[in-house]
Nanobody
Framework: QFHLVESGGGLVEPGGALKLSCQAS????????VGWFRQAPGKERSPALC????????CYVESVKGRFTISWDNAKNTVFLQMNNLQPEDTGVYYC???????????????YGQGTQVTVSA
């Protein structure tokens, strides 16, 4: 079975940082696209905050550009989302997703994690 498991969420003060992990089991992330999504309380799920495939990587959502970075560790079959200078509006459940398409839509992906909560509050 294919699984994605996110970890690394938590409570952080404004200006703080967190590093989320998305670890796959049952398949290799190498050769697949991986994207990170956020669902804030009472809001629809965002398009891909940042996504990557092979050597390609980008952050799409304007509000996270310059603060969030996506990276790989192929040996650990894991993709990371480094989040710096976190703000209250970054609060939400963060999901990773993997698939063959390199895109911003949730529906571009085929496998999904269960999410990890990030709360930014003083």
């Amino acid at each position: 079975q294919f699984h994605l498991v996110e970890s690394g969420g938590g409570l952080v003060e404004p200006g703080g940082a967190l590093k989320l992990s998305c670890q796959a089991s049952g398949f290799s992330l190498e050769g697949h696209s991986v994207g990170w999504f956020r669902q804030a309380p009472g809001k629809e799920r965002s398009p891909a905050l940042c996504f990557t495939k092979g050597e390609m990587r980008q952050c799409y959502v304007e509000s996270v550009k310059g603060r969030f970075t996506i990276s790989w560790d192929n040996a650990k079959n894991t993709v990371f989302l480094q989040m710096n200078n976190l703000q209250p509006e970054d609060t939400g459940v963060y999901y990773c997703a993997a698939g063959d398409l390199y895109g911003i839509s949730w529906y571009d992906y085929d496998y999904y994690g269960q999410g990890t909560q990030v709360t930014v509050s003083a």
